[in-house]
């Protein structure tokens, strides 16, 4: 499985950005999407998770209420509105896949996308 991010860039505080990522290769009838997150030396961090049906998602807390995760099956694409940006959201942003409709937060993820950096200029 492959998955191609994008739509990363410079953006003031309070501003909206749309991450998208796409996946592409044998990605199984069904299967769970994610957002995580690494700002400069820290761990990666989960930001966001969607189910396939994409009826259920998740959040941290941190992003709850400022970013909504949803998903287009037809396109194999999920996608991250990031509204009221701060400068705590400077970060490279990754895409993840797990082979199970249902997101599991204790899991790993099977795969990673490349990410892609918002930054957040104050």
């Known amino acids: 499985v492959q998955l191609q991010a994008c739509g990363g860039g410079l953006v003031q505080t309070g501003g909206s950005l749309r991450l998208s990522c796409a996946a592409s290769g044998r990605t199984s009838s069904s299967y769970a999407m994610g957002w995580f997150r690494q700002a400069g030396g820290k761990e990666r961090e989960f930001v966001a998770a969607?189910?396939?049906?994409?009826?259920?998602?998740y959040y941290a807390d941190s992003v709850k209420d400022r970013f909504t995760i949803s998903r287009d099956n037809a396109k194999n694409t999920v996608y991250l509105q990031v509204n009221a940006v701060k400068p705590d959201d400077t970060a490279v942003y990754y895409c993840a896949f797990q082979y199970t409709g249902i997101w599991y937060r204790t899991r790993a993820p099977h795969y990673w996308g490349q990410g892609t950096l918002v930054t957040v200029s104050s």
């Open positions: 969607i189910n396939w049906g994409g009826t259920n998602t």
